[in-house]
Nanobody
């Protein structure tokens, strides 16, 4: 069992930056999992944002955030982060971190088995 808690969300103006963190606890270390960030805006489906392989070697991003967001992980601290720069109003959503038992960086929600409660990110224009 893995518990995930996101933090770092908030209100920021367009062009600003935020850094989200996800802390894992439980009997399993996140080094056993690939990690992903997803987001869900009101009235929309939850969508993949970024993923990182279990060893941190491979990262993948949604086209909409490439060049602006960076995912990283610290397996020793059991944390994964999402640095978000040049934020846009369309980035407004609840952001979730999740674990996947796959070693790669899947983009499908069904490939992830544990989820956090989410943190709200609001970008004003």
């Amino acid at each position: 069992q893995v518990q995930l808690v996101e933090s770092g969300g908030g209100l920021v103006q367009a062009g600003g930056s935020l850094r989200l963190s996800c802390a894992a606890s439980g009997r399993t270390f996140i080094s056993d999992y690939a990690m992903g960030w997803f987001r869900q805006a009101p009235g929309k489906e939850r969508e993949f944002v970024a993923g990182i392989s279990w060893g941190g070697v491979r990262t993948d991003y949604a086209d909409s955030v490439k060049g602006r967001f960076t995912i990283s992980r610290d397996n020793a601290k059991n944390t994964v982060s999402l640095q978000m720069n040049s934020l846009k109003p369309e980035d407004t959503a609840v952001y979730y971190c999740a674990t996947s038992p796959l070693r790669s960086t899947p983009q499908a929600r069904e490939s992830y088995n544990y989820w956090g409660q989410g943190t709200q990110v609001t970008v004003s224009s």
